[in-house]
């Protein structure tokens, strides 16, 4: 019993490190756009059919490549569409995302097919690792040193970057920003893409742990904006806890009982939201309050 509840604590770590990489690329572009992305579990799809391509084509070695595309895609959408979008009605931009997130579904499954694509991890990552209680795979391993790398290069470009310290600032008041002389929209535009590109990192990282197929948006969305309303909105930390607490809570009620695993997220949620109405660690934002 010990062993499993370990082994299961340490895969929900691993899922939850997955729904945090997703969760802080809602929250960037939230924090600095105040567009709420419904298309966000799209790209995290492309990022998973990208590197599932540019494996069979290039090598492993390619995959490297897969966020980066995705997220110079997403730039160029923001410059097409979503930048029409800032002054309006937000009901718009909710609504444009969404339509922008079927669209992107149905190329995909244009393009590659409405089945699951096979997906292994590499060689080198094959196996399992078993130390006392902890039984876990290799490939997890390695998703969650790798998540542990994206959000410390991320904490360090956002502290200590002359552009990361101008989207913390431009998070909270843009025009602050605008009239410091910055040039406001290729800011906007460089943070829509870095928040794409940890979408789609998160689908290069989970596509040997999922089937790859067009509806695995759903699956990452959903969680992904609960780990948000959890761990507070704009709240980087937030988006932490609360990625971690979705992918424990999901692993642990897969295993202890099933039926309940799709409502257990939800009923977290409503438990912290009841406690805490702007979640773990939310604060008051005065650009929407």
């Not at 990022?47 to 997220?71: D, S």
């Not at 060689?123 to 994206?150: D, H, I, K, Q």
């Not at 909270?172 to 829509?192: C, H, K, S, Y």
């Not at 909105?233 to 695993?261: D, H, K, M, N, R």
């Given at each position: 019993m010990l062993d499993m509840l370990a082994s299961q604590i340490v895969n929900g770590i691993v899922l939850g490190m997955l729904y945090v990489l997703i969760s802080v690329g809602l929250t960037i572009i939230f924090g600095l756009l105040g567009v709420v992305n419904f298309a966000h579990g799209a790209f995290f799809a492309l990022g998973a059919y990208a590197a599932y391509t540019l494996q069979g084509t290039l090598g492993w070695w390619a995959v490297i490549l897969a966020p980066f595309i995705v997220g110079g895609l997403g730039m160029a959408v923001e410059v097409l569409l979503i930048r029409r979008v800032y002054t309006a009605d937000p009901l718009?931009?909710?609504?444009?995302?969404?339509?922008?997130?079927?669209?992107?579904?149905?190329?995909?499954?244009?393009?590659?097919?409405?089945?699951?694509?096979?997906?292994?991890?590499?060689?080198?990552?094959?196996?399992?690792?078993?130390?006392?209680?902890?039984?876990?795979?290799?490939?997890?391993?390695?998703?969650?040193?790798?998540?542990?790398?994206?959000?410390?290069?991320?904490?360090?470009?956002?502290?200590?970057?002359?552009?990361?310290?101008?989207?913390?600032?431009?998070?909270?008041?843009?025009?602050?920003?605008?009239?410091?002389?910055?040039?406001?929209?290729?800011?906007?535009?460089?943070?829509?893409?870095?928040?794409?590109?940890?979408?789609?990192?998160?689908?290069?990282?989970?596509?040997?742990?999922?089937?790859?197929?067009?509806?695995?948006?759903?699956?990452?969305?959903?969680?992904?904006?609960?780990?948000?309303?959890?761990?507070?909105?704009?709240?980087?930390?937030?988006?932490?806890?609360?990625?971690?607490?979705?992918?424990?809570?999901?692993?642990?009620?897969?295993?202890?009982?099933?039926?309940?695993?799709s409502a257990s997220t939800y009923v977290l949620m409503t438990l912290v939201l009841l406690i805490r109405p702007r979640g773990l660690f939310g604060e008051a934002w005065e650009r929407f309050e």
């Amino acid at each position: 019993m010990l062993d499993m509840l370990a082994s299961q604590i340490v895969n929900g770590i691993v899922l939850g490190m997955l729904y945090v990489l997703i969760s802080v690329g809602l929250t960037i572009i939230f924090g600095l756009l105040g567009v709420v992305n419904f298309a966000h579990g799209a790209f995290f799809a492309l990022g998973a059919y990208a590197a599932y391509t540019l494996q069979g084509t290039l090598g492993w070695w390619a995959v490297i490549l897969a966020p980066f595309i995705v997220g110079g895609l997403g730039m160029a959408v923001e410059v097409l569409l979503i930048r029409r979008v800032y002054t309006a009605d937000p009901l718009r931009s909710l609504i444009l995302t969404f339509a922008l997130a079927l669209m992107i579904e149905a190329v995909i499954r244009l393009v590659w097919g409405g089945g699951g694509q096979p997906f292994s991890p590499p060689e080198a990552f094959s196996g399992f690792v078993e130390y006392g209680p902890l039984f876990v795979t290799n490939y997890r391993l390695v998703v969650f040193a790798a998540t542990l790398v994206l959000l410390a290069a991320l904490w360090a470009f956002l502290r200590y970057t002359p552009y990361g310290r101008i989207l913390r600032a431009g998070s909270r008041d843009p025009e602050m920003v605008r009239l410091l002389g910055i040039n406001l929209p290729r800011v906007l535009t460089g943070a829509f893409g870095l928040g794409i590109a940890l979408a789609g990192a998160a689908g290069v990282l989970a596509a040997p742990l999922w089937t790859v197929n067009p509806t695995m948006s759903q699956a990452a969305l959903l969680p992904a904006f609960v780990a948000i309303a959890i761990g507070g909105l704009g709240s980087y930390a937030g988006a932490i806890a609360g990625g971690l607490l979705i992918g424990i809570v999901t692993s642990l009620t897969v295993q202890f009982w099933p039926e309940a695993s799709s409502a257990s997220t939800y009923v977290l949620m409503t438990l912290v939201l009841l406690i805490r109405p702007r979640g773990l660690f939310g604060e008051a934002w005065e650009r929407f309050e």
